[in-house]
């Protein structure tokens, strides 16, 4: 994904009312900018910290700036736009990074499923089978490379893993795809200690079948792209 026109680079002050983060200018103004993040963004930034924001034309947006790149308190450089995610992994499929989802013939996104009223990230079709695929992007990292999901309780977590099981029952592919943005990453696992129940609904969706794969991304305010697979450890 290349980018254009160039994040530009601020310092991060504070983040508030989840959706709002205060930023410096390099010229010293302050601005309020959308933080297009659900989850805690914990580790992924430090007060005063180097960061990179995008700026919108769109003259209904009441924020002109949406955040989207942090500098963690370690140096690595992580993507919290996580509406991004599922551009990536688009992009990683449609360019064959993403070896386990090629082969495909159709790519339909956002599409109504299951008896929970989901939507799913992806549907990918080729004669006799559909593979079902949702996106998570991960940026929590605790240190050493060790790179875990999720950064805060996650009741929608839950219930896609859920629906992944259900269309395994059904004789469908299943498969959850980490978007880890994150330039530190080595392994991906799971937060057991945030959320219990996640961990266990996903021990339970690994012995159903469901398939998980974790896939780095190289960042930088110029271009932000699906980069290599990583080990998944639980």
């Known amino acids: 994904m290349k980018i254009y026109p160039y994040f530009e680079q601020a310092f991060i002050l504070k983040r508030y009312k989840r959706f709002m983060v205060d930023i410096r200018l390099a010229n010293g103004e302050e601005m309020t900018v959308h933080c297009p993040n659900t989850g805690s963004m914990r580790n992924c930034w430090a007060e005063g910290g180097l960061c990179w924001f995008s700026r919108t034309d769109k003259p209904h947006r009441k924020l002109l ?3 989207e790149l942090t500098v963690t308190p370690e140096g690595f450089l992580c993507g919290v736009n996580t509406q991004r995610s599922n551009y990536l992994v688009r992009e990683g499929i449609e360019c064959g990074i993403i070896k386990e989802l090629q082969g495909y013939k159709d790519i339909c996104a956002e599409v109504k499923y299951g008896s929970e009223k989901s939507r799913i990230d992806f549907l990918l079709s080729k004669a006799g089978q559909d593979c079902y695929v949702e996106v998570k992007n991960v940026t929590f990292g605790i240190g050493g490379g060790r790179i875990l999901f999720p950064d805060a309780v996650t009741e929608r977590g839950v219930k896609h893993l859920r629906e992944l ?6 004789g469908h592919r299943s498969i959850l795809v980490f978007c880890v943005q994150h330039t530190g990453a080595k392994t991906v696992g799971l937060a ?3 959320d219990p129940y996640y961990a266990q609904v996903m021990q339970q969706a ?3 079948g469901v398939e998980v794969i974790a896939y780095s991304c190289r960042l930088s305010p110029e271009e932000i792209a699906v980069e290599k697979r990583l080990p998944f450890i639980l």
């Not at 099981?165 to 059904?170: H, L």
């Open 65 to 67: 700036g949406t955040l």
């Open 165 to 170: 099981i259900k269309m395994v029952d059904q």
């Open 192 to 194: 057991d200690e945030i």
């Open 206 to 208: 690994l012995s159903a």
